[in-house]
């Protein structure tokens, strides 16, 4: 016999006092899910009455006691768990985020570290290879000629070195740019990206307080795209950070307007 056959059967067959015994018990664990105020026992009542309906193992269906408990439990939980299952899947996803970014982070660190000890043999060979001590007068006894052929080989040598190590000049120099930019940033308090260090997340957000929560949550991908540490190699410290107080940001409007 089906589900709803049993269903139909029961239902025609059911008297008076079968009908109060299956209210009574329907209505107690009903009564109690619905008088809950707290976390705590929205979720307990919410998880105990899931656990009921999944376990279920009697034939029956109206006259099956954890089928009435599990759905008295559950139904004044409806609500509560529309709320609750979004909320806490973007929660996991905010966290997963700021764990990526730190590890991102820590991934270009220690990249930067190995190239700089790569080349480091490099650069110390170039330098007293390339720099003299002797400061050259009138007096000096190379001819002109030797002293010309002396300075080709050195010019020709230092040339070379410095065509293998273009990578790694062209990354100190801009780590030094980088370094001279933020310095001038602070200064003039954070610059252009001044708007994502202010204490209103509005602001962070580059939203109006009246927009609604579909705006926040565009304006917030579309930074998001824009300022991702992964995009914005040449500066990850900076990005990480932005990146950082627009997760806040957002989440921090997300709970207002929740």
Same mark, same amino acid.
């Given at each position: 016999?089906?589900?709803?056959?049993?269903?139909?059967?029961?239902?025609?067959?059911?008297?008076?006092?079968?009908?109060?015994?299956?209210?009574?018990?329907?209505?107690?664990?009903?009564?109690?899910?619905?008088?809950?105020?707290?976390?705590?026992?929205?979720?307990?009542?919410?998880?105990?009455?899931?656990?009921?309906?999944?376990?279920?193992?009697?034939?029956?269906?109206?006259?099956?006691?954890?089928?009435?408990?599990?759905?008295?439990?559950?139904?004044?939980?409806?609500?509560?768990?529309?709320?609750?299952?979004?909320?806490?899947?973007?929660?996991?996803?905010?966290?997963?985020?700021?764990?990526?970014?730190?590890? @991102?982070?820590?991934? !270009? &660190?220690?990249?930067?570290? %190995?190239?700089?000890?790569?080349?480091? =043999? #490099?650069? /110390? $060979?170039? +330098?007293?290879?390339?720099?003299?001590?002797?400061?050259?007068?009138?007096?000096?006894?190379?001819?002109?000629?030797?002293?010309?052929?002396?300075?080709?080989?050195?010019?020709?040598?230092?040339?070379?070195?410095?065509?293998?190590?273009?990578?790694?000049?062209?990354?100190?120099?801009?780590?030094?740019?980088?370094?001279?930019?933020?310095?001038?940033?602070?200064?003039?308090?954070?610059?252009?990206?001044?708007?994502?260090?202010?204490?209103?997340?509005?602001?962070?957000?580059?939203?109006?307080?009246?927009?609604?929560?579909?705006? @926040?949550?565009?304006? !917030? &991908?579309?930074?998001?795209? %824009?300022?991702?540490?992964?995009?914005? =190699? #040449?500066? /990850? $410290?900076? +990005?990480?950070?932005?990146?950082?107080?627009?997760?806040?940001?957002?989440?921090?409007?997300?709970?207002?307007?929740?």
């Amino acid at each position: 016999m089906g589900f709803f056959e049993r269903l139909i059967n029961e239902v025609t067959n059911m008297d008076l006092a079968n009908f109060l015994m299956v209210a009574l018990i329907f209505y107690v664990p009903y009564y109690f899910s619905k008088k809950a105020h707290t976390l705590f026992f929205h979720i307990t009542y919410s998880a105990f009455g899931i656990y009921m309906l999944l376990t279920l193992e009697d034939v029956r269906v109206i006259y099956d006691v954890k089928m009435l408990v599990g759905l008295g439990l559950l139904i004044p939980q409806i609500s509560f768990l529309k709320w609750f299952i979004p909320h806490s899947i973007q929660s996991i996803k905010m966290m997963t985020a700021n764990t990526y970014y730190f590890f @991102i982070t820590i991934y !270009y &660190k220690v990249i930067r570290f %190995i190239t700089w000890i790569k080349n480091l =043999p #490099n650069t /110390i $060979k170039i +330098f007293f290879t390339t720099f003299s001590f002797k400061n050259f007068t009138k007096e000096d006894t190379f001819k002109k000629d030797e002293y010309t052929s002396s300075y080709n080989k050195e010019e020709s040598f230092y040339n070379e070195k410095q065509s293998e190590n273009e990578s790694y000049t062209n990354y100190e120099e801009k780590t030094s740019n980088t370094e001279q930019e933020q310095q001038t940033e602070v200064k003039k308090d954070y610059g252009e990206y001044a708007q994502f260090y202010s204490n209103s997340a509005y602001i962070v957000l580059g939203v109006n307080q009246n927009d609604d929560f579909k705006t @926040i949550k565009k304006s !917030y &991908k579309t930074l998001i795209r %824009i300022y991702h540490p992964d995009l914005n =190699p #040449n500066d /990850i $410290k900076q +990005f990480t950070e932005i990146t950082q107080n627009l997760n806040s940001a957002y989440e921090k409007l997300e709970k207002i307007h929740s």
